[in-house]
């Protein structure tokens, strides 16, 4: 099993999953039945994902220090 640091705090998590919801939403409602609603499900997803763990690769390549508990 992987472990990964939480880079994330509580905040950004619950507002990082309210958008992906959001725009898993905008995706499905209003974009067209090709690649455009594939690329918005799929960032949906992987914010949705990256809230719910806690981690996100991105800022940790920037270098975003880790959470303290």
């Known amino acids: 099993m992987l472990y990964f ?3 994330l705090p509580a905040a950004e998590r ?3 999953f309210a ?3 959001a725009l898993a939403l905008v995706a499905v409602f ?3 039945a090709s ?3 594939l690329l918005g499900l799929a960032g949906a997803a992987s914010a949705a994902f990256t809230a ?3 981690f996100c690769p991105a800022c940790a390549l920037v ?3 880790p959470v303290k508990r």
Do not use: F, H
Request: cysteine-free; hydrophobic content about 50%.
């Open 14 to 16: 619950v507002i990082r």
């Open 63 to 65: 270098g975003r220090a």
């Open 5 to 7: 640091k939480r880079n």
């Open 35 to 37: 690649l455009p609603r």
């Open 30 to 32: 209003l974009l067209p």
């Open 19 to 21: 958008l992906a919801l």
């Open 52 to 54: 719910l763990v806690g």
